[in-house]
Structure formats: C-alpha cells, structure tokens
C-alpha cells in the first residue's frame, strides 16, 4: 500500500544520486582542478539526471500519499471492514510496493500466477538498448498518468463476490396538513434491489533476471509503477464507463439509465452551463450537490481557456498565476479515461459506492517458458465493483468541447 516507508526509499536513492554528483565535484576540487575531465563530466550529468528524475518521482509519489487520505466527512463514519464502514475507495485498494517486499515475494514462489495479457517476442520489457553500461543506476522516463478516481468516491470492502443493493430513483406524493380524523397523504419511494459483482482489473509484464538481480533497480521499479499505473487507467475507465452486470463489466457512473442529463447551450462559454447542470443536480430527486466534476484534459483546457468578446479569460485574469483545479467551487478530476465532451458531476456522499473484493496486488513469478529464458513475470490485479444506490446524484452534461484549443486558435483570438 501507500507508505511512508516506500516515499523513504525513494528519497534514500535520491540522497544517493545527490552524494555521486557532489562527490565528483570534491574530487576535482581536492585535485586542486577547476574543469572535470570527459568521463567525469558525463557521469556528474547523470546523476543530476537521475537526482532530478527522483525528485520529481518522489513529489508525485508525495502527492498521491496526500490523496489517498480519507476525506473527512467519510473519516467520521464507522471504520473497519466488517462493519461495511465507508472510506476512501483507493484506501481500500492502495497503490505501492518496495523493490525488497517484491523479492521476499519471489523467493515464496515457485510458479507464478496465470496472465491476462500477454506480451510475447521477446516477452519481456527491457532497458538495456536504451541505457548504456555507464548510465547504470538513471531512472528511466515514461508516461505520466492521471489522477486515480478510486481516489474521491467513498469505498468499502466485501468478502463476497456479489453484492446486492436497492437503487431508489425517485419519491413521488408530499406531506400536507392535514385535518383531524383525514387521511394522510402517502409518500411512495419506488425501489429496485440490484447487484454488483467484483470484476477482475489485471495485466503482467517481465523484466530479465539481469536487471532484476541488479543491473538496473531503477528501470525495474519504474516498470512495477508503470504496471499498476496501467491498472488505474481501466479501473477509471471501469468507475466512469463500464457497461454493467450485462455486459460482464463495472455499473459506470455514466451508464446508469436513470442518472440524470443536461444539454449544453453555450459555443463560447461554457461555465453558465456547468452551473444549471449544477441547479439541476440540486433541484432534482436526489437533492444532490456536487463535490467532484470529472471530465476529459481536452475538454477542461478549451473550458478553462474560453475567453470573453475583449480576449480575457474567463477562469482567470492571469493564466500565470496559481490557478485552482475547480469550477464553481467544485473540484475538477482529469482523465483520458472521461468521454471528451461532457463533464460528469458527482455527489459522491450520495450516489453510491465502490466496492472492493480484492485490493490491488502486485505478485511475481513464471509463466509458460519464463523460467528457461530468465524472465520474471509481474502481475497485478484486483477486484471491484461499484453501486449506483441513487442514480440521480450523478448528472451529465452533454455538448461541450472535445478538443482542447491549438496554437492557431489561440494566436487567432
């Protein structure tokens, strides 16, 4: 999981990179030398490198410890699994696993856990014809991923594979006064009893005994980060969009039949629409009022970029000053993973909840001839699903932009 001890590791081998950079540079001093030599300039630039990628690595990884925190009006509800209390979902199923918990893990196993997807030819990922000997320890690059939505929706755990729940999608009648000996008016809450059941999120990658043993920690660390990063793409997908119990998928917050929807009437101003999906929320059956918005990076940025009949932006005067992450005081949640033109608002202290079976794992072993071509194998997996108690807690708005704006829109304007 997400811990402090994992954070630790990072910033020892940061430390590390820190002390190979300056010890180059107290060598030449103590020579009485004012230039390095070819070697010593090559190697003084990467650890800088690989200073800087750790730092950068260690700011992330500082702030999706931040994240994982439980909201507070979720932290004062209950705790504990078997109570069914609510939490964090991603606190439930964290990300996060040493280098030394994988090995201990490695050495329990002999065989290793059957694949969802497979990579073969040559069936492994390896640094070695992007990383030359001498750049050794340098923390390879690859892609950014967006935040986890796991993250903002209330959680709880279940020991069973199914979970049945009521969704109640509307109150009809009203209390009157009445007079004495008369009959009261009836309220009548329709309710369906629906089931939810624990889909598996998994995908595999191996790396060379080579670079596991160490040859290159650092490549090997970031390939288990960039498995469970892959995990967090289809779950969001999964909590956004999946299909249903019909379709073998997650109930998504967007294909629920009943949540409600608002079309978008605004071509250069968006945030007037956003508002009445925002009153309609509100005024609707669930009496909802939104804490998440989640939409589409391009979708956010031609929103965030719109401008008035004089060139001003709307969402601020001053697109370089610090600018916050929300409309109308409600926090926006970017995803590729979020349908480009729409923008989806969430009462997460209503609608539902996610419901984790099994917390992501990372496990190691073989599969089919890994064992003969030194290749160790990584899995991870988990198992959720997600109840939609009050579909009209969630509404969609419809028709906004879908692409982000271009340099030649922007030089236009």
Known sequence: MLSNDFLNAIEAKRSAAFAAAEGILLTAKAENRSHLSEGEHRRYEHALADYRGLTERAREYRGELERSRVPEHLGRIGSGRQSGA??????????????????????????????????????FVTAVPFIPPELGPVLPVFPRHEDRLMDKLPGVGTDVPQLAYIEVVSTTGTAQIVQEGAAKPELL??????????????????????????????????????????????????????????????????????????????????????????????????????????????????????????????????????????????????????????????????????????????????????????????????????TLERPQAVCIIKGLPTAAPTTAETAKK
């Open 189 to 386: 809450m329709p309710a369906s009893q629906q089931v939810c059941t624990a889909r598996k999120i998994a995908a595999h990658v191996g790396v060379s005994w080579e670079q596991y043993s160490g040859d290159y920690d650092a490549f090997v660390t970031a390939v288990q980060a960039e498995l469970m990063r892959c995990i967090v793409d289809a779950e969001n997908l999964q909590l956004y969009g999946g299909t249903g119990e019909s379709n073998g998928q997650v109930n998504g917050l967007t294909t629920n039949a009943n949540v409600l929807s608002f079309t978008a009437t605004g071509t250069t101003e968006n945030f007037t629409d956003i508002a009445g999906g925002i009153a309609q929320l509100r005024s609707g059956p669930a009496l909802a009022e939104p804490d998440l918005i989640l939409m589409n990076p391009n979708t956010w940025a031609a929103i965030r970029t719109q401008k008035d009949q004089y060139g001003r932006f709307l969402a601020t005067p001053d697109p370089t000053a610090e600018t916050a992450e929300t409309v109308w005081s409600v926090p926006v949640v970017q995803s590729t993973q979020f349908t480009a033109g729409q923008a989806v608002l969430v009462d997460s202290t209503k609608y539902g909840r996610v419901v984790v079976r099994e917390a992501i794992v990372t496990r190691i072993g073989y599969s089919g001839t890994d064992f003969v071509q030194n290749i160790v194998r990584f899995v991870s997996e988990e198992r959720i699903a997600q």
């Open 86 to 123: 609510i939490s964090s979902a991603g606190m439930l199923s964290p990300l996060g696993y040493t280098d030394e918990q994988l090995r201990r893990a490695f050495d329990q196993l002999n065989r290793g856990e059957t694949a969802v997807l497979e990579k073969r030819d040559p069936g």
